[in-house]
């Protein structure tokens, strides 16, 4: 059965973050995920997730400067001693919110010099970042996930095509090294969802939605979900599948595409 993780980066942003666990609760939602848990001490976080009767199902190990526009540390030269300490910092949140994934953001490209030689030196440093933290997460039995990021929304990014995280996943070569398979990105940049889904499926950790192209409710846009879930659901997923999308209006009146499909209380 299709379980759904409310974003709360995204969702229910009419209420403060820390009150979002209990509306996303109070709407029938079992999971939840969101980008960072930083800015709060996990124990606090912990005590919302209990009381809400939720899962943390994932977040981002901390990604750089977010504010000045960075996007991840994951295949940075010159920045592989912090990208270990951010994944340090990611398995203790982790660990104390029984999160059983975290993502690790790629990053961007320069903007300048040798397009081909940045390239390749992102490339080094991707693989060699990402093996580390794969074999420093399986010491305490979590995954790392990897994900394309249309390069629309986020231009630069270095990992935007899902056959450039197949291969990256195949170099690496660490099981619990996995594709965050999120079907908003993908449509941008490639189309052919169902094929994406059933080529890769083995090697889906975590499913993402959103309608497209405007990133509102799944109901609305070029892609018809309820297809793409039943199609998952024949495939075996078991896993969880977030609802990482911008509410066009107030997030609760906007589930209706969800419980008309019986995934959410009516």
């Known amino acids: 059965m299709i379980r759904l993780a409310a974003n709360l980066s995204m969702l229910f942003n009419e209420n403060d973050f820390l009150d979002r666990f209990a509306a996303a609760g109070q709407a029938g939602f079992r999971g939840v995920e969101y980008l960072f848990p930083y800015a709060y001490a996990p124990e606090t976080l912990r005590a919302l997730l209990e009381g809400n009767a939720l899962e943390q199902v994932l977040f981002n190990l901390p990604p750089g400067d977010w504010e000045a526009g960075e996007r991840g540390l994951a295949s940075l030269p010159g920045r592989e001693a912090e990208f270990r300490d951010s994944v340090v910092e990611a398995l203790r949140y982790a660990q104390a919110l029984d999160c059983p994934r975290v993502h690790a953001m790629a990053g961007?490209?320069?903007v300048d010099g040798d397009p081909h030689e940045a390239r390749a030196a992102h490339h080094a440093t991707y693989i060699d970042n990402l093996r580390f933290a794969a074999r420093e997460a399986a010491k305490v039995g979590r995954e790392v996930?990897?994900?394309?990021?249309n390069t629309r929304d986020m231009p630069g990014f270095f990992l935007s095509r899902q056959a450039q995280a197949m291969a990256v996943l195949e170099e690496v070569g660490e099981p619990n090294l996995r594709l965050q398979f999120d079907l908003y990105h993908c449509q941008i940049m490639e189309g052919d969802l169902t094929r994406h889904l059933e080529r890769q499926f083995s090697a889906i950790g975590h499913v993402q939605i959103a309608g497209v192209?405007?990133?509102?409710?799944?109901?609305v846009g070029e892609v018809h979900y309820?297809?793409?879930?039943?199609r998952l659901e024949a495939l075996g997923y078991t896993g969880w599948i977030g609802c990482e999308y911008r509410p066009a209006g107030d997030t609760r009146?906007?589930?209706g595409?969800?419980?008309d499909v019986?995934?959410?209380?009516?």
């Open 226 to 230: 309820p297809a793409l879930f039943e």
């Open 108 to 110: 961007l490209l320069p």
């Open 262 to 266: 019986g995934l959410l209380p009516g």
């Open 253 to 255: 009146q906007g589930l």
């Open 213 to 219: 192209p405007e990133r509102h409710e799944p109901d």
């Open 257 to 259: 595409w969800a419980r």
């Open 145 to 149: 996930l990897i994900e394309p990021i």
